[in-house]
């Protein structure tokens, strides 16, 4: 089942601007990941945050992490054209087995027109 | 270079033709799943497998089956594909499956499209 909800599903912004993607969730989670999709590509794990975290960066990545709102943000800073891709946030959950099972959401379609 | 491959990469079949999507990792992964990626649903997880011999199911196993003999292999059989089994298929694999707290990685594969006529 779906667990994690991307917005926008879709976000066009100039080069240099930020962008941000916003996911929210349904069931509390141990941690929250952003994974990245060039088009027809596999995806690629850009970021995790756990669920005692509030705030994480890596290089031009910045998310945040809101449990009580059950949602997660995700912050590129200075986009540039590469950016351009979809992304996805991530959320685990406990499949019954003990184990914990990754959902991904919808994705946000991420355009930076150069 | 450590990767997950899968095979073919595209694929055009008629209704009701046995298939096999292969896809094989050499990470030395415990955990292995397959996605299926449709528009305006993201993806959903088919059947995951937590080590050999060892599978359950995801999301939407239906039409799918899945076997584990080896670590490093986990393909993806469809026994008789139907016209909404046309997808975009990814296979990915993680050290191991997740417990609580853990935090686990998953590495994709570059996906198999699929298109059943």
């Known amino acids: 089942s779906q667990q994690g909800e991307e917005d926008p599903q879709a976000l066009s912004i100039q080069e240099g601007e930020n962008a941000t993607m916003n996911c929210s969730y349904k069931t509390s989670i141990n941690n929250l990941q952003w994974y990245r999709q060039n088009s027809g590509r596999g995806l690629v794990h850009l970021i995790l945050i756990r669920s005692n975290e509030r705030e994480k960066h890596s290089g031009r990545l910045r998310v945040t992490l809101d449990t009580s709102k059950k949602s997660s943000s995700l912050l590129i800073t200075a986009s540039r054209a590469a950016d351009t891709a979809s992304y996805f946030c991530?959320?685990?959950?406990?499949?019954?087995?003990?184990?914990?099972?990754?959902?991904f959401g919808k994705g946000t379609k991420l355009s930076v027109i150069p | 270079e450590a990767q997950v491959t899968q095979n073919p990469r595209y694929l055009i079949t008629v209704t009701g033709k046995k298939l096999t999507v292969t896809c094989s990792q050499n990470m030395n992964h415990e955990y292995m799943s397959w996605y299926r990626q449709d528009p305006g649903l993201g993806l959903r997880q088919i059947y995951y497998s937590m080590n050999v011999e060892v599978t359950d199911k995801g999301d939407v196993p239906e039409g799918y089956k899945v076997s584990r003999k080896e670590k490093r292999n986990f393909p993806l059989i469809l026994e008789s594909p139907s016209p909404n089994q046309t997808s975009l298929y990814f296979c990915?694999?993680?050290?191991?499956?997740?417990?609580?707290?853990?935090?686990?990685?998953?590495?994709f594969g570059p996906g198999t499209r699929l298109t059943v006529l």
């Open positions: 990915a694999s993680s050290i191991r499956a997740a417990i609580r707290g853990e935090y686990n990685e998953q590495f």
């Open positions: 991530a959320t685990d959950g406990n499949s019954g087995a003990g184990s914990y099972q990754l959902t």
